[in-house]
T-cell receptor, first 116, second 115 residues
Framework: AAGVIQSPRHLIKEKRETATLKCYPIPRHDTVYWYQQGPGQDPQFLISFYEKMQSDKGSIPDRFSAQQFSDYHSELNMSSLELGDSALYFC???????????????FGPGTRLLVL | GDSVTQMEGPVTLSEEAFLTINCTYTATGYPSLFWYVQYPGEGLQLLLKATKADDKGSNKGFEATYRKETTSFHLEKGSVQVSDSAVYFCALNEGANFGNEKLTFGTGTRLTIIP
């Protein structure tokens, strides 16, 4: 079965550089979520999109922005990178909700970002 | 706000031992509850879930029962294997009338099974 695809899998950047992470959801999934997992930490929600519109926002720095495109893939743009941005960034997707029922989120393998 | 409290690790068990990882939650409504597993160097995989009180989620020999009265969702397995070594995250999702919402995770419990 198709899974969530994230690229790149690994990324090394210098401080103050920019980075773009990409997420391709499972086919026919219309909702995408981004999470950040610091070393030894639990995943923290950053932002989500439903039908190409931002649906919820968590602890995402102003230096970060994201969008969902017409083919439902999403990109997380990170500017003025800081050492503390080094983390594993997960994307998850879920299917269209049925009458308010919760749909399970399926996670991608993550992008490991290292800021030097 | 919503929160999930997990049993702190690391937990080390011998193969075939009984496993319990405690998880309790705080939520304003009636959340769905999940256990995710993260194997070394990999992403998060859904292990099991329960969407309402008294539901039991099960998968790969793992079980967890949604206990509303104790706001708990403890993970259990009768006989663990070396391949179960991973980090286990308890999570909740409040949901909404119109769609999905973010997951709130516990801090994770690192489980190591020794032969």
């Amino acid at each position: 079965a198709a899974g969530v695809i994230q690229s790149p899998r690994h990324l090394i950047k210098e401080k103050r550089e920019t980075a773009t992470l990409k997420c391709y959801p499972i086919p026919r999934h219309d909702t995408v979520y981004w999470y950040q997992q610091g070393p030894g930490q639990d995943p923290q929600f950053l932002i989500s999109f439903y039908e190409k519109m931002q649906s919820d926002k968590g602890s995402i720095p102003d230096r970060f922005s994201a969008q969902q495109f017409s083919d439902y893939h999403s990109e997380l743009n990170m500017s003025s990178l800081e050492l503390g941005d080094s983390a594993l960034y997960f994307c998850a997707s879920s299917a269209p909700s049925r009458a308010g029922l919760l749909e399970t989120q399926y996670f991608g393998p993550g992008t490991r970002l290292l800021v030097l | 706000g919503d929160s999930v409290t997990q049993m702190e690790g690391p937990v080390t068990l011998s193969e075939e031992a009984f496993l319990t990882i405690n998880c309790t939650y705080t939520a304003t409504g009636y959340p769905s509850l999940f256990w995710y597993v993260q194997y070394p160097g990999e992403g998060l995989q859904l292990l099991l879930k329960a969407t309402k009180a008294d539901d039991k989620g099960s998968n790969k020999g793992f079980e967890a029962t949604y206990r509303k009265e104790t706001t708990s969702f403890h993970l259990e397995k009768g006989s663990v294997q070396v391949s179960d070594s991973a980090v286990y995250f308890c999570a909740l999702n409040e949901g909404a009338n119109f769609g999905n919402e973010k997951l709130t995770f516990g801090t994770g419990t690192r489980l190591t099974i020794i032969p």
